[in-house]
């Protein structure tokens, strides 16, 4: 009984190490971790024939076993013979415990590998022998070194076919050192190895008495990749506030980072608020101290206002707070990033409006050089500035992995679009503050007996906009209220003059104009817009911006065929013809919007009578007496 508790507490205290397979298609990652699990003797009976039996069905090597089909469960996986989804498998030795995550190799499920390396501590880089180092192998170490990875083991995998040549060796990994060099990894330990036959996978291959380095799997049980978390400043993300009864109001999550004490100070960073804790709760009992990855429920000594998405920090070495950081990203949207587009970004146990305020370039995975950018598509790689609605509490992701990686997502279809790491705040953000004013906006527009609001008018082009707002002001104007046109023609001879029609340029052009009606607002103005503004995504961004009733969206509904038909300014001839690019219904889409608050028709009805609407409706709501 006393040796099987010894034993069940060796197993218990064994270190531990996550760490990750990847490259390009086919280097054969999935049939080394497969290779890696069959020689360590982890594998059952009924796995085995399992195994047997698949590799006659779909396997790739004759009547040899295919490790590859251990981990790839995809039914799509084993058919085509690819890795598409992150696959992970446990394993264990008598000196670690493992973790291992199989990526994929195909470069459109680069955003799948970024997810297993976000939870990696070292990679194993596998390169086919016979191909050398590809753009995909850079992409992968690239990502490594952003998603905070600092081991790297460079598999030369098939080794056996290139007749286990130590210059083809030699060859490849200088070229890998060579471009790495700048990735900052810590240690870079290649190995050469075939892992359909075993070697140098277990123990030394015979076949290559040229190489005297480690094994994989020793190498593995010895690497040193502690991340010192525990040494780091105390934080705690709030996940929960549990509150079960009046005489109960804990703080629940998981450390991230340091240890904690009771009796030691703990800081609120976003609110500057301080108390001391008072007990460490977890579901074992109270504890008297408790470090990173540890989930406990924190009580404090005094009434302090936390809620979920704050952060409770070490009171001495607090986690950064503002509302602007310049980041890394790697792109997963099928969309591209469009800069000034609103999204979610999700940090921890916090979630904020988000936009790209500036993106500063984007990445050459092949040679690392910053190229210019107005954009990112599907798996680039860009550095950024990001703004948010609202200050949060942060550290550098080279700091701490937990506090400082992000996710950003798209607010209509909840898909996860990109993956970010800080790398700095943005200290003017923390400089800048509101001036109060003595005369507000309520005072502004009782001066002029009106309500502010925005009358939103978006359509295609040639429905009959600018003509409706023209009619609306003038009859505003005539009965002395106080309004200001911002028409789309007028205001790209000035304000947005720099700004181009593709969808990038369309997103700032609305951005600006936004910022520029909200202003009007503030002044106690009736703001008349009108704008193609074929985006939903930036015209909610628009209604976002202003206070509960600012924002009125007139849709102007007129039939693609009826606005060609017209072609007041001769666009659509040009754009039919090819003369004019990224035309909004002709190459580029319009979004219609779902619930305006008015939907005019110029078809069926005249102008006039469509502004008279817009009018009633003024009045019906209170905007006018």
Partial sequence: MASLRDYLAAQENKSFLRFLTCGSVDDGKSTLIGRLLYDTKLLFDDQLAALEKDSRQHGTVGNDIDFALLVDGLEAEREQGITIDVAYRFFTTDKRKFIVADTPGHEQYTRNMATGASNSDLAVILIDARKGVLVQTRRHATICSLLGIRHVVLAVNKIDLMEYRRDVFDEIVHEFRKFAEPLGFKSIVAIPMSARFGDNVIAHSARMPWYDGPALLSHLETVDVDTALADAPFRLPVQWVNRPNLDFRGFSGTIVGGRVKVGDGVAVPKSGQ??????????????????????????????????????????????????????????????????GRQYLLKLGTNTVPAQVTDLKHKIDVNTLEHLAAKTLHLNEIGVCNVSLATPIAFDPYAFNRDMGGFILIDRFTNATVAAGMIDFGLWRATNVH???????????????????????????????????????????????????????????????????????????????????????????????????????????????????????????????????????????????????????????????PEIPELTLKTVASDPAKEAERVLAYLRENGYVA
């Fill in 274 to 339: 301080t108390s001391t804790v008072k007990r460490i709760v977890t579901m074992d009992g109270d504890l008297a101290e408790a470090q990173a990855g540890a989930a406990v429920t924190l009580v404090l000594a005094d009434e302090v206002d936390v809620s979920r998405g704050d952060v409770l920090s070490a009171v001495k070495d607090r986690a950064e707070v503002s509302d602007q950081f310049a980041a890394h990203v790697i792109w997963m949207g099928e969309e591209a990033l469009l800069p």
């Fill in 434 to 592: 509101w001036q109060a004013l003595d005369v507000n906006k309520e005072a502004r527009a009782s001066l002029k007996h009106q309500k502010p609001v925005v009358l939103w008018f978006t359509g295609l082009s040639g429905s009959g906009k600018s003509t409706i707002a023209n009619m609306v002001e003038r009859q505003l104007h005539a009965a002395g209220r106080h309004t200001y046109v911002l028409d789309g023609d007028n205001v790209r001879h000035g304000l947005n003059r720099d700004l181009g029609f593709t969808e990038a340029d369309r997103v700032e052009n609305i951005r600006r104009v936004a910022e520029t009606a909200k202003l009007f607002v503030d002044a106690g103005l009736i703001v008349l817009v009108s704008f193609i503004s074929p985006f939903k995504s930036e015209r909610r961004m628009a209604r976002e911006m202003l206070g509960e009733g600012e924002f009125v969206e007139v849709f102007v509904d007129t039939p693609l065929e009826v606005c060609i038909e017209r072609d007041v300014k001769g666009l659509y001839a040009k754009a039919l013809a090819g003369q004019i690019k990224h035309f909004t219904g002709i190459d580029s889409p319009y979004e219609r």
